[in-house]
């Protein structure tokens, strides 16, 4: 893959009046040039406006809410009773991994400013965060469900909450989430009197519904760095029978030596499927899918932004919400119900101006999702040929793991999603770590055996 710095605007960063704290921060990180997203909206939020975003992962939002919320807590110093348990910024993100990104990105933009961060997710290190929040922090970064219970809990409250900032907020409705979003933002001051920042992938009318019930008037920004589809995405589809799926994904992996691919699969058993697959005709791979316990999951992914694993196998739980640098492949094993769906997936490759291939198969049970998605993306998806020397002889699939075993079928592990029966929360940690609930099917594909784990 060839990168290159089209993806960013003639805007630089030290075109605006930032604290040099936060300036700092963006100087260590090699930050220079504004992504369309950061240019539009921080001329906005920097003078303490609303801001309602439309934009996809990769754009560069994290870092444009971020360096708006450093700044605007550096030049609004906390009233002088807040206590050490209430923060002074919140951001709430939908999925574990996504909340342990923006963490990361504000360790390293805010590294100069002072601020304690601290961070609430499900699925593992319960007490390990309760306590990191209970000895006070400035910005508080979460899933719904784990900053909920921590809430209700007493450990932390919001009434003397400066900003606040609601990431993907389009996830948040799809995974059910939007009730504990509104419980959140009752309990902070009134929009007036605070800095409130919101991106979502659609602006559809029930985010804005939300912007508007909760946010001060908030200006629409829409980022235009990534189209409805990646312009250096180059995308083409196959139509294999059911019974070639899997050589020809395995022809395919041994004709195009992907680097490092993505591959969605729609329901949890069938990653395990084409794990089992993949690892009996010589691929590495490993499964991601929200029955995945938490550890296991961050190593899984460390180990492919690494490069130690080539091949991640995913359910919709990686499809949104996750930055992994250098995807060469996005291969849609089965293709997803939606066009919005379809996006997200191959937008995990051709990220910050770098190209990318995204594979799709159309098979028996899911070719008729095609024409949705063409009409979704306004156009035709290229078509290839599933010709006799893309489906070699595969070897029997690898057996499957033993309950409790560290591999790609494990069924054991954080089941409880590390939030249930601490507090007595609602929310829980099971939410925040999923996204594998899916949609009902509009229609039910004739000959389908498989069914949504």
């Known amino acids: 893959m060839t990168a290159t710095d089209s993806h960013l605007s003639d805007i630089t960063f030290d075109q605006f009046d930032l604290p040099e704290e936060v300036a700092r921060g963006l100087a260590d990180a090699g930050f ?59 951001v709430v993100a939908p999925t574990r991994e996504l909340a342990i990104q923006i963490h990361r990105d504000a360790e390293a933009l805010g590294a100069h400013t002072g601020q304690r961060i601290a961070l609430a997710y499900g699925g593992t290190d319960y007490e390990k965060q309760r306590n990191a929040i209970a000895a006070g922090c400035d910005l508080l970064i979460g899933t719904p469900g784990r900053l909920i219970d921590y809430l ?109 691919a993505l591959v969605f699969v729609n329901t949890r058993r069938g990653t395990d499927w084409v794990a089992r697959n993949l690892e009996g005709n010589g691929i590495q791979a490993a499964v991601l899918s929200g029955e995945v316990p938490q550890k296991k999951r961050q190593r899984l992914l460390t180990d492919f932004q690494e490069g130690r694993l080539p091949v991640l196998i995913a359910t919709d739980v990686a499809a949104r919400g996750l930055h992994i640098p250098e995807v060469s492949h996005v291969f849609n094993f089965d293709l997803p119900q939606s066009g919005e769906d379809y996006v997200h997936r191959i937008g995990r490759t051709a990220r910050a101006g770098e190209s990318g291939h995204a594979v799709s198969f159309a098979c028996e049970d899911t070719a008729f999702y095609v024409p949705e998605i063409e009409e979704y993306i306004e156009a035709k998806l290229p078509t290839a040929a599933v010709t006799s020397d893309l489906l070699p002889e595969t070897a029997r699939p690898a057996p499957p793991q033993r309950r409790g075993q560290d591999g790609p079928g494990r069924k054991g592990g954080d089941r409880k999603g590390g939030d249930r029966g601490k507090g007595g929360s609602r929310g829980g940690g099971q939410r925040d770590g999923g996204g594998d609930r899916k949609r009902r099917p509009r229609r039910k594909p004739s000959g389908t055996t498989e069914t949504s784990s």
């Open 32 to 90: 220079t040039r504004c992504t369309p997203i950061q240019a539009q909206t921080l001329p906005i939020a920097l003078t303490g406006r609303d801001v309602a975003g439309q934009a996809q992962t990769g754009t560069g939002k994290t870092a444009a809410f971020l360096v708006a919320l450093f700044t605007h807590l550096a030049r609004h110093p906390a009233a002088d009773d807040r206590k050490a348990t209430q923060p002074r910024a919140l």
């Open 152 to 260: 209700k809990q007493g450990v932390y409250d919001l009434r003397r909450l400066q900003v606040a900032v609601l990431d993907e907020a389009d996830r948040m409705f799809d995974l059910g989430f939007i009730s504990d979003i509104r419980y959140l933002f009752r309990r902070m001051p009134e929009p007036a009197e605070r800095l409130s920042m919101l991106f979502s992938a659609t602006l559809s009318l029930r985010v804005t519904e939300l912007a508007f019930e909760h946010m001060n008037h908030p200006e629409h920004v829409q980022s235009q760095a990534e189209q409805v589809t990646a312009d250096r995405v180059e995308q083409v589809l196959y139509h294999p029978a059911n019974d070639e799926k899997i050589p020809l994904l395995i022809g395919l992996m041994q004709k195009l030596q992907p680097s490092r």
